[in-house]
């Protein structure tokens, strides 16, 4: 899906800066780094130092729900109890405050009021930590062994019973520099307990 908007980013460069009347070759619409003017002078269709910047800055402007120290199995086994006590089912984000794709999915579900009505009616919502520093294995282990081939962020689906029931991968649901909002609550719906 990025190198999906990234080769719409090319597109919409290499369409503007060259003539409507040149041939735009495939070859050229096709690069991710490189677009020709209409003097065909290679330019750089993308800076990715601005990028990075665009990136960091919206990073500072985001929530961290992310606790980097917390002891995730213990969290997620006390989570659990309440899940259960609750009807509940315990939906955990894997990821951390270092992923931009984590931190704008929070954003994105925190905003949403219409999602975050199904996702308070049938969840307790938990933001696992991973980083180099602490890695939280043993609650990947238990819950998702396969779940960080995903990449970030990928999702575990825990019933009140501490069977996990799902994980889902975040790709699918991505949209532009966001989150596709049918996509998003129809995956919450889907895997609500079932009552």
């Known amino acids: 899906m990025r190198k999906l908007v990234l080769s719409s980013l090319v597109l919409a460069t290499v369409l503007t800066l060259v003539s409507c009347k040149q041939e735009v070759k495939t070859e050229q619409v096709a690069t991710d780094t490189e677009a020709t003017t209409s003097d065909n002078t290679p330019t750089t269709a993308i800076d990715t130092a ?3 910047q665009a990136i960091a800055k919206e990073k500072e402007a985001l929530a961290k729900p992310y606790n980097e120290e917390e002891d995730g199995d213990a969290k997620i086994t006390e989570l659990i109890a309440k899940a259960k006590a609750e009807g509940k089912n315990v939906f955990v984000q894997a990821g951390g405050n270092w992923c931009i794709w984590c931190l704008r999915f929070n954003d994105f ?3 949403n009021q219409d999602i975050k009505t199904v996702v308070d009616a049938n969840y307790v919502y938990y933001h696992l930590n991973y980083t180099a520093k602490h890695k939280n294995a043993k609650a990947f282990e238990k819950y998702a062994p396969e779940g960080q081939k995903l990449g970030y962020p990928f999702f ?3 019933n009140g019973e501490g069977k996990t029931t799902n994980v889902i991968s975040s790709g699918e649901l991505e949209a532009d520099k966001s989150y596709d909002v049918a996509k998003v609550k129809q995956m919450f719906v889907d895997n609500a307990p079932k009552k």
């Open 50 to 52: 601005a990028a990075k």
């Open 109 to 111: 579900v925190q905003k």
């Open 156 to 158: 575990i689906v825990i």
